[in-house]
T-cell receptor, first 113, second 111 residues
């Protein structure tokens, strides 16, 4: 995931908002994704955003995309202990009718009382 | 609906041994992927298959081979395991350009 960068760790208090940031390098990426990984489990898609959008909101999740700066963020409102996990940013690079996902290193979110 | 199924879930190999990781999906997806996950490095793409009958190298293909046996199955083979291949391996499938679905992972230790 060397082309997609994230900070490795974030600690927040329960009830506060969490903001996880990501930068990517391929300006032609069509889709950008946020995945969540709980301990011992595979990755689950949280949300995604098309590259022609600036913002997407889905319940407690807000995704902001700044194409000029190639910056993507995920805001989790009212963070709960169940949100503790590793969050991966990923960009979709496609050609010839298929895509492959390139992931960042993941941000470990710790939620404390 | 099983989604993406990987076997085995855990494996310990001695250096130089070979093994095949199996992956099957029941969602009729065209694209399938193998990733490895290492601490602090996220997921790195080993190989992918855009469609049945095609495979391509990802970021870290050395030491691995793959077979897209049919549309459902995509296997990853280690011919001569090395300690550097100790990792958690994930298989995924997707239908362009939507989300990728991941298996539960195979935790491999090479001693």
């Amino acid at each position: 995931g060397e082309d997609v960068e994230q900070s490795l760790f974030l600690s927040v208090r329960e009830g506060d908002s969490s903001v996880i940031n990501c930068t990517y390098t391929d300006s032609s990426s069509t889709y950008l994704y946020w995945y969540k990984q709980e301990p011992g489990a595979g990755l689950q898609l949280l949300t995604y955003i098309f590259s022609n959008m600036d913002m997407k909101q889905d319940q407690r999740l807000t995704v902001l995309l700044n194409k000029k700066d190639k910056h993507l963020s995920l805001r989790i409102a009212d963070t709960q202990t169940g949100d503790s996990a590793i969050y991966f940013c990923a960009e979709s690079r496609g050609s010839g009718g298929y895509n492959k996902l390139i992931f960042g290193a993941g941000t470990r979110l710790a939620v404390h009382p | 609906n099983a989604g993406v199924t990987q076997t085995p879930k855990f494996q310990v190999l001695k250096t130089g041994q070979s093994m095949t990781l199996q992956c099957a999906q029941d969602m009729n997806h065209n694209s399938m992927y193998w990733y490895r996950q290492d601490p602090g490095m996220g997921l790195r793409l080993i190989y992918y298959s855009a469609s049945e009958g095609t495979t391509d190298k990802g970021e870290v293909p050395n030491g691995y081979n793959v077979s897209r046996l049919n549309k459902r199955e995509f296997s990853l083979r280690l011919e001569s395991a090395a300690p550097s291949q100790t990792s958690v391996y994930f298989c995924a499938s997707s239908e362009v350009p939507a989300e990728a679905f991941f298996g539960q992972g195979t935790r491999l230790t090479v001693v």
